[in-house]
């Protein structure tokens, strides 16, 4: 019952700012259902995998998706991913969770300016 | 310019995806923007820029054993079917006080990881 609601809460504020669920999902899963930080981002990206899959075809349908761009972003943030997430076993968990509270606070500064 | 830009974006946003477990569509976005795409088409190729990026995370995360399969599938089809609700809402409301107050929520959330982080280890 807790998933479908961080689901639900996930997906609207990703339609509401562009962001992807995962900036949603993970706090969530830390605070409500305590999970480790390990456990809790790589269930996202497995979330966020079917978000995405949805979120394509609506775009796709109205024409506002340009494969080569895509590849272009893409193809680099797929290498990279898995290198990060070799480096994250590495880390104590503790580490992962403060740089990514480090990286919403990145964020709110950014969408507050932007 | 702006090519190697997008890769160097493209390559931060798998980066953050791997450590903490967000898309990269918060630096998808922005990078193709900067290749000139409007908003609408940066979000509809941001999503698909996702997808690799996350069925690689996903299968890497897996081998090391920390994806709960079933709570990822409950999640992401909630989001799924939320998200189209909130284009209907976004499109309704004012854009710039709805990303302020989310940017608030955001430090809220990450005082609140601190926090908790902090408590645990002593």
């Given at each position: 019952m807790r998933l479908v609601l961080i689901g639900l809460t996930a997906g609207f504020f990703s339609a509401l700012?562009?962001?992807?669920?995962g900036i949603v999902i993970v706090p969530l899963l830390l605070l409500?259902?305590?999970?480790d930080a390990r456990t809790a981002a790589a269930t996202s990206l497995s979330a966020i995998g079917l978000t995405a899959v949805s979120g394509v075809i609506a775009y796709a349908i109205h024409g506002d998706v340009r494969v080569g761009y895509a590849a272009l972003v893409g193809l680099p943030a797929a290498v990279s991913v898995a290198g990060a997430t070799a480096l994250q076993q590495r880390l104590h968990t503790r580490t992962i969770e403060l740089l990514f509270a480090a990286f919403l606070v990145g964020i709110a500064v950014w969408l507050f300016v932007r | 310019m702006t090519y190697a830009l997008a890769v160097v974006l493209g390559l931060a946003a798998g980066v953050v995806a791997g450590m903490f477990?967000?898309?990269?569509g918060i630096l998808f976005v922005p990078a193709l923007v900067a290749l000139g795409l409007d908003h609408h088409a940066a979000i509809g190729t941001s999503l698909l820029a996702i997808i690799p990026t996350v069925f690689v995370g996903t299968w890497r995360q897996s081998r090391y054993g920390n994806v709960r399969w079933r709570a990822g599938v409950v999640i992401g089809v909630a989001a799924a079917a939320a998200a189209q609700g909130g284009v209907a809402v976004a499109i309704a409301l004012s854009d710039a006080t709805l990303r302020r107050l989310f940017a608030g929520l955001l430090v809220l959330v990450a005082a609140q990881i601190a926090w908790r982080t902090r408590a645990q280890d002593s």
């Open positions: 700012f562009g962001v992807g669920g409500l259902c305590a999970w | 477990g967000v898309g990269g």
